[in-house]
């Protein structure tokens, strides 16, 4: 039941598809997020969930890039290391990979901000992916990429 008593809402029900999904899937944190906005969506006023639609995605985009900048905070890597490993032709095929990367995740957030239902899709490709492809869930700014920079190389309409 929603708010008051009332029968809950499509986007509601889809939030609870999508934290079953990512508990079936192996895919936790997925899950929690979808169950922690089915909970928000339930009981907390309407501007918090505004708050939490404009600035969820920058917010995790800083703690994300924090934790991989730690190993700097706490000496485990300096420069040394830097120069050492970027230079190796594994760090430069990295340098070249990760540019790929940030530039899929581009797309991926403009594909996800204009068609957001994709999630849905790339949550039950990662569950498949996991479940019977021995694959691990990864984040889905860059699966959004891939899908964007396919979408529009097949030409198919987002």
Known sequence: MGRGGTPLKDGEVALAVVSLLGLLGGNPHVALAAG????????????????????????????????????????????SHVAQTLFSPAGLLA????????????????????????????IIGSILGVSFLGGIPTGPLVAAGFAALLFRILQISR
Do not use: D, R
């Not at 969506?41 to 890039?65: D, K, R």
């Not at 991926?108 to 068609?115: E, I, P, S, Y």
């Open 36 to 79: 922690a906005l089915l909970a928000l969506a339930l009981v907390a006023p309407p501007p918090l969930l505004a708050w939490i639609e404009a600035h969820s995605i920058h917010t995790g985009i800083l703690f994300m890039t924090l934790g991989l900048l730690v190993p700097f905070a706490t000496g485990k890597m300096g420069l």
């Open 95 to 122: 340098v070249g990979v990760g540019t790929l990367a940030s530039c899929l995740g581009v797309f991926g957030l403009g594909l996800l901000a204009a068609k957001p239902q994709v999630m849905v899709g790339l």
